[in-house]
């Protein structure tokens, strides 16, 4: 119980009063009384009046008594003085007990009361720093605005203490213990600051996570004061309070959003600085060692040579830490001759360099960094883009580690709808991206230094220039069998990135993954591996850019394999087609161009024709030979296979135009095209008789319409010119003129014939070769007639035969199972007519079906109505009966009319066919011999 006898009834009477002049002038006798005891030197008595005003007033029930309490405590502070600071543990507590009182006047005369004592304390309050700084953090967000004003005038007093003397200012408590040491040590510099900001960090990292803006507001501004200290080093402890400090970015009040950027911004100049202060250390560091080893190297050739001892051996014989000089020991790329040793001159041991001796934790910056790369706020976004782009600079090494995360957030912002953020991030892959393509793979030899970690420079580098700790074995030891970065976790990001719905991330990702495969083949994309189906999926993007890149990482993975690989990837290929038939129609030109355009062009066309000879679905057969052989036309990128396919005189070419030709029969018109391009005319004339046994269907009248065009393309200028040469070309004659009968009256069909009728009428003449040809017209006719040890034209005609054969037999079975299916259709309609009342519409739609079931060709398919009397076939459905399809005798007549329509055309009266003259017996049964 506190002594009755420290104050007098008249004092306890004005300070417990509701009046505060009555308060303050009891205060004032307070202040009188200590000032009193303190001269006398009677330390008791003043501790009886600090019991008495802690116990009976700051700790009183009533509102009053504790006001009156927080007053004397602040008096009895200033009569104290200098000698408070023995006292500070009886004051301070009781007062910042009161900074959480429910009584808003209470809380008032508390900031009142403190900032007295810190203003008489000064440096001691730093002893309470922690407990201050908490209850000020609190009362920034008061309710009331008397207490903010007094808290804002106890903040400014606190910094300015904090910012003149945090990192000298030794409390008298520990000065007077230290005067009391036996060590030896020299005491020059304090041992223990009043102020310790490794105790401060974890209650600022406590307090950041406050949502309140006036709490962020106050501790930005505490942050920003800290910060501006520079023996504190703030920085250092930056990953610890980092987290929040970004999330002060998304506050709404626009002052708090521009002083976080302010004091970030400041932060990574600070790194910054940090680390251009290390690498001059490392730079200088290595030098002076360079300098020393020059020395050693001379010192040690002049004793070699007095000795008569080689150099090589006496440079083994100096002292015991003697490294030789070899190539590893140096870094190369340093500029040793801009480096000037005499820049570290003349500093001596108290010259402080901005940014030396800090130390950065960038590995827990960067991890907390990570974490905002795909925050939804967007300035959030942009500050952590921003810093991780400018680590890729400071820790290259760290960086690095972190690539497979770093490319799972970065890449989704490539397509970001802020410009900012996009450019950012653009900027961010694009270095990215460069870093990793020169860093070396499994500890290869590169030009770069070694990534020696932060911790491993700072405790081999020394802080003095002489160097002498820094020798090659002081060097942490790398590992040449571990890679800089996880190639397995990037892959199967940069996969799930390559299905992302924005095209850049698309782009970007294949764009990655070609760069590694280039980079590591061994180590990335097996096509065994769950990777080469995606890369298969990825064909039907909708982005033609991204369809070529991944066309070509697929050449590049194919090209890395062997010949199995390769043959398994042009299977996976086609088997993609024939599953999804609209990607063969959008996007098999495209797909099929650029993998001729990185791989080899007759390998692939090789492959595909292999394939497509096994192919049981015959009807894709037919439709991929169709694509195939159309590529192979117009492409001009397959300008070299065509070449090849010219020369028939060579085993190669033989070679591959009879590969070619036994996948190409699935298709009438693209075998017979693949002839006009070998030159093999002859053999085309031939393989065009067999046309006749065939169904003339709309969809082959349609391509022999295209090939009509396509011969009117550069691709078969050779033709067009040959023509002009019939004693050395007659079947081309031939070929061209049965063609024409296949075609009906239509565009291509008049195309055609003016292009014949062009021809001078001396080419008819020499169409058909002469029954005894001489040896000279033999050796001169058509590139077609090849060595009996060449090509085997006849089994070719008979294998093109027969894949004929199954392929009409496959379009019967299609209509017999489509009549039948019409047929019940069609029963079941006359059933549900006949039950219904009205007859002319029953009659109505069985003539219906019957009509529709009528229009349908061999091949399964419905003719619309406009195309029964299509200007393109000039097909009409009354002259084929039930059938859409020509009549086979119809090709057959035509064919056997040949002779009769040139010689009309070439030899009769442009205005009158009567006045032809008749073609003579021999041509004409020449003509129907077949």
Same mark, same amino acid.
């Given at each position: 119980m506190a002594d009755t006898s420290a104050l007098n009834a008249q004092i306890i009477r004005g300070l417990n009063d509701r009046v505060y002049e009555k308060r303050k002038a009891a205060a004032l006798e307070v202040e009188k009384l200590i000032r009193e005891h303190t001269a006398n030197k009677e330390p008791e008595k003043i501790k009886a009046i600090?019991?008495?005003?802690?116990?009976?007033?700051?700790?009183?029930?009533?509102?009053?008594?504790?006001?009156?309490?927080?007053?004397?405590?602040?008096?009895?502070?200033?009569?104290?003085?200098?000698n408070v600071a023995v006292h500070l543990d009886e004051i301070v507590p009781p007062v910042l007990a009161c900074f959480s009182d429910q009584d808003s006047r209470v809380r008032y005369y508390a900031c009142e009361s403190m900032y007295n004592i810190a203003k008489v304390s000064k440096g001691e309050i730093l002893r309470y720093f922690n407990e201050v700084f908490d209850a000020m953090s609190k009362l920034a967000a008061d309710s009331e605005v008397s207490v903010k004003n007094g808290t804002e005038l106890l903040d400014r007093l606190i910094k300015d203490i904090v910012a003149e003397q945090s990192t000298t200012y030794v409390s008298a408590l520990v000065l007077a213990s230290m005067s009391h040491d036996d060590s030896t040590e020299p005491v020059s510099m304090p041992r223990t600051t009043a102020f310790s900001l490794p105790r401060f960090i974890p209650l600022l990292a406590e307090r950041i996570q406050a949502k309140n803006p006036f709490t962020r507001n106050f501790l930005v501004s505490w942050i920003t004061v800290l910060d501006s200290i520079p023996d504190l080093e703030l920085v250092s402890f930056l990953p610890d309070f980092l987290d929040g400090l970004l999330q002060f970015l998304s506050d709404q009040n626009k002052d708090?959003?521009?002083?976080?950027?302010?004091?970030?911004?400041?932060?990574?100049?600070?790194?910054?600085?940090?680390?251009?202060?290390?690498?001059?250390?490392?730079?200088?560091?290595?030098?002076?060692?360079?300098?020393?080893?020059?020395?050693?190297?001379?010192?040690?050739?002049?004793?070699?040579?007095?000795?008569?001892?080689?150099?090589?051996?006496?440079?083994?014989?100096?002292?015991g830490d003697d490294t030789t000089l070899g190539p590893n020991s140096i870094d190369g790329d340093i500029n040793w001759d801009a480096i000037s040793l005499s820049e570290t001159e003349g500093r001596g041991k108290g010259s402080w360099v901005p940014g030396q001796g800090v130390v950065i934790d960038y590995v827990r910056i960067v991890k907390i960094l990570m974490e905002h790369l795909c925050s939804?706020?967007?300035?959030?976004?942009?500050?952590?883009?921003?810093?991780?782009?400018?680590?890729?600079?400071?820790?290259?090494?760290?960086?690095?580690?972190f690539t497979p995360q770093l490319i799972s957030a970065v890449l989704p912002s490539l397509a970001h709808s802020v410009p900012t953020i996009r450019n950012s991030a653009v900027e961010l892959n694009k270095n990215l991206y460069k870093i990793i393509l020169e860093t070396p793979t499994n500890g290869l030899p590169s030009l770069q230094p070694p990534p020696y970690s932060m911790v491993a420079r700072e405790s081999t580098l020394p802080s003095a220039p002489n160097g002498s700790a820094y020798t090659p074995t002081s060097l942490p030891s790398i590992d040449e069998h571990t890679d800089p970065f996880d190639y397995q976790t990037t892959v199967e990001a940069l996969v799930r990135q390559s299905r992302n719905v924005h095209e850049e991330t698309r782009v970007a990702s294949l764009d990655w993954l070609l760069m590694l495969h280039k980079k590591a083949p061994k180590k990335i994309l097996a096509i065994d591996d769950g990777t080469f189906p995606v890369l298969l999926d990825i064909l039907s993007d909708s982005s033609e850019e991204v369809v070529k890149r991944d066309l070509q990482l697929l050449a590049q993975l194919s090209s890395s394999f062997e010949d199995e690989y390769f043959t398994r990837f042009m299977g996976d290929l086609l088997r993609s087609f024939s599953n999804d038939r609209k990607l063969l129609e959008t996007r098999g030109s495209l797909i099929i161009r650029?993998?001729?355009?990185s791989l080899n062009s007759e390998r692939i066309y090789r492959s595909f024709a292999e394939i497509l000879e096994k192919e049981e679905d015959i009807e894709f057969a037919s439709s991929m030979v169709q694509n195939l052989n159309s590529i192979l036309i117009t492409s001009p990128e397959l300008s070299d296979l065509r070449k090849r396919l010219?020369?028939?005189?060579?085993?190669?070419?033989?070679?591959?135009?009879?590969?070619?030709?036994?996948?190409?029969?699935?298709?009438?018109?693209?075998?017979?095209?693949?002839?006009?391009?070998?030159?093999?005319?002859?053999?085309?004339?031939?393989?065009?008789?067999?046309?006749?046994?065939?169904?003339?269907?709309?969809?082959?009248?349609i391509q022999i319409d295209k090939l009509v065009q396509l011969l009117e393309s550069p691709v078969f200028t050779y033709l067009r010119l040959q023509l002009l040469e019939p004693e050395k070309n007659p079947y081309?004659?031939?070929?061209?003129?049965?063609?024409?009968?296949?075609?009906?009256?239509?565009?291509?069909?008049?195309?055609?014939?003016?292009?014949?009728?062009?021809v001078s009428s001396m080419g008819f003449l020499h169409l058909i070769p002469r029954s005894a040809p001489s040896t000279d017209l033999k050796r001169q006719s058509t590139k077609s007639y090849i060595k009996d040890d060449g090509i085997k034209f006849q089994d070719l005609l008979t294998h093109f035969r027969t894949v004929q054969t199954k392929h009409e037999k496959t379009r019967k079975q299609a209509l017999h199972s489509l009549g039948r299916s019409g047929s019940q259709t069609t029963r079941s309609r006359r059933i549900r007519d006949r039950d219904r009342t009205s007859i002319p519409a029953s009659s109505?739609?069985? $003539?219906? +079906?019957? *009509? %529709?079931?009528?229009?349908?060709?061999? /091949?399964?398919?419905?003719? &619309?109505?406009?195309?029964?009397?299509?200007?393109?076939?000039?097909?009409?459905?009354?002259?084929?009966?039930?059938?859409?399809?020509?009549?086979?005798?119809?090709?057959?007549?035509?064919?056997?009319?040949?002779? $009769?329509? +040139?010689? *009309? %055309?070439?030899?009769?009266?442009?205005? /009158?066919?009567?006045?032809? &003259?008749?073609?003579?017996?021999?041509?004409?049964?020449?003509?129907?011999?077949?």
């Open positions: 600090l019991n008495k005003l802690v116990s009976d007033f700051a700790g009183s029930q009533q509102a009053n008594s504790r006001n009156g309490g927080l007053i004397g405590l602040a008096a009895a502070s200033i009569a104290l003085g200098p708090i959003r521009n002083a976080t950027s302010s004091i970030l911004a400041n932060f990574l100049a600070e790194i910054r600085e940090a680390f251009e202060v290390k690498e001059h250390q490392k730079q200088q560091a290595m030098k002076s060692y360079f300098v020393e080893q020059q020395r050693k190297l001379v010192v040690a050739s002049e004793t070699v040579s007095e000795a008569g001892e080689s150099v090589k051996d006496g440079s083994t014989k100096g002292d939804t706020e967007e300035e959030i976004q942009a500050t952590a883009l921003k810093w991780i782009n400018e680590f890729i600079h400071i820790a290259k090494e760290v960086i690095i580690s650029n993998l001729c355009l010219k020369n028939l005189d060579t085993k190669d070419g033989q070679m591959l135009f009879t590969t070619l030709y036994k996948s190409w029969c699935h298709n009438p018109v693209a075998t017979f095209s693949l002839c006009l391009l070998a030159q093999a005319y002859e053999h085309a004339a031939n393989l065009l008789q067999s046309f006749a046994d065939l169904d003339i269907t709309v969809n082959l009248l081309l004659y031939k070929c061209l003129y049965g063609l024409l009968m296949l075609l009906p009256q239509s565009s291509a069909f008049a195309s055609l014939k003016n292009r014949l009728t062009s109505s739609n069985l $003539s219906q +079906s019957v *009509t %529709s079931t009528s229009t349908k060709n061999n /091949s399964g398919n419905i003719l &619309p109505n406009e195309q029964r009397g299509n200007p393109i076939t000039g097909v009409s459905s009354s002259s084929s009966g039930t059938s859409g399809s020509l009549h086979t005798d119809q090709p057959r007549r035509r064919l056997s009319a040949a002779s $009769s329509t +040139s010689a *009309t %055309s070439d030899h009769g009266n442009s205005h /009158s066919r009567s006045q032809s &003259p008749p073609v003579s017996n021999v041509k004409r049964s020449s003509l129907h011999r077949k």
